[in-house]
């Protein structure tokens, strides 16, 4: 089992930044491959990053590429998500998850909202 808790969203201005992070519970963090995804009012949730259990697969959706890092410290279980150059179509809530194997994400966070005003 992991639990999953996502922070530091907010509002912040277009050409802002944040760091997102998420705390992983459970002793088998390092054995998961992790997730970010975001949802925007009146859609469905899409895939922002991926990092793999070591850190040495990464995979960005192409809005994110050039301005959003994933990454993770196994030995903190935390992963995280440094978004640049923030834009007003990246306001949405944003959520965490895990898996053990490509068979589909198997927890998920509550969430943080990220709010960026133009």
């Known amino acids: 089992q992991v639990q999953l808790v996502e922070s530091g969203g907010g509002l912040v201005q277009a050409g802002g930044s944040l760091r997102l992070s998420c705390a992983a519970s459970?002793?088998?963090?390092?054995?998961?491959?992790m997730g970010w995804f975001r949802q925007a009012p009146g859609k469905e949730r899409e895939f922002v990053a991926y990092?793999?259990?070591?850190?040495?697969?990464?995979d960005y959706a192409d809005s994110g590429k050039g301005r959003f890092t994933i990454s993770r410290d196994n030995a903190k279980n935390m992963v995280y998500l440094q978004m640049n150059s923030l834009k007003p179509e990246d306001t949405a809530v944003y959520y965490c998850?895990?898996?053990?194997?490509?068979?589909?994400?198997?927890?998920w966070g509550q969430g943080t909202q990220v709010t960026v005003s133009s």
């Open positions: 459970g002793r088998t963090f390092s054995s998961y491959s």
């Open positions: 990092i793999s259990w070591s850190g040495g697969s990464i």
């Open positions: 998850a895990a898996r053990r194997y490509n068979t589909g994400w198997d927890y």
